[in-house]
């Protein structure tokens, strides 16, 4: 199976943890938008969704899915979301996309985390791809320098040349040469950094389920 037709396959799987009549939480990115098309076959029975970025909102409203604002609704019963790692603790790394903020917000008002991956994007420890963070931009260089102590290597994400700006209007730095052995501490140490609005660990928020999609079929991982 090629690792588009392993997305699908978890977006699809997904529908299982959606709860007729209610609220759904989702995220962003290519699998999610496997998820999306897919939670379009049941919309009339579903209340709507809340929406982490601007693309998955005008997919969704693309497909006639209604979109709440975040404000306008309680907590949300399940959240969809891709990762971009995801360890045998349901720990993640997220914001491959950018949308790792809103992602956060989104999760953080959910009761579980149900993430979607192929399974190319387990790993043991976390680290190995590049850990997104967002931030504001005057506080850009003196983040960068503290990433070099801890031994990582941050550098602007660019879009046509340009720092690329986020839907919340800031920048997003990614960070190589990370190994983070605790995940939990890294995220809220980070978190703590003036000038950072978002690290792209997902500990606290982390998943509850991961849909795992493999040669075999669809993994179900429980943490
Ligand atoms: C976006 C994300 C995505 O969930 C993550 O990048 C995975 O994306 P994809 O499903 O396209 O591999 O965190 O900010």
């Known amino acids: 199976m090629t690792q588009d037709e392993l997305k699908a ?28 098309d897919a939670l379009a076959g049941m919309k009339d029975r579903i209340a709507g969704a809340v929406s982490s970025s ?15 604002d975040a404000n306008e609704v309680g907590e949300i019963g399940v959240y969809i979301d891709g990762a971009d790692e995801i360890d045998a603790r349901g720990f993640m790394i997220k914001g491959g996309g950018a949308a790792l903020t809103r992602e956060k917000i989104v999760a953080a008002q959910s009761r579980r985390f149900v ?5 190319s994007k387990l790993v043991t420890v976390l680290g190995r791809f590049p850990v997104p963070v967002e931030v504001i931009p005057m ?21 046509d040349g340009a720092p690329l700006v986020t839907d919340n209007g800031q920048h997003i730095l990614d960070v190589t040469g990370l190994k983070i052995d605790d995940p939990l501490r890294f995220e809220s140490d980070v978190n703590q950094w003036p000038g950072v609005v978002t690290v792209g660990v997902f500990a606290h928020q982390k998943a509850a ?9 669809v993994k179900t991982l429980s943490f």
């Open 209 to 217: 389920v991961c849909l795992l999609g493999t040669s075999a079929g």
């Open 115 to 119: 993430c979607i991956a192929d399974d």
């Open 9 to 36: 396959l978890v977006g699809q799987a997904a529908l299982h943890y959606v709860v007729p009549g209610e609220i759904v939480g989702v995220g962003t990115g290519s699998t999610v938008n496997k998820f999306i």
């Open 139 to 159: 506080a850009t260089q003196r983040i960068v320098r503290q990433f070099a102590a801890l031994g990582g290597s941050a550098g602007a994400r660019l879009k």
């Open 54 to 68: 601007v693309a998955s909102t005008a997919r969704l409203e693309a497909l006639g899915i209604r979109v709440f």
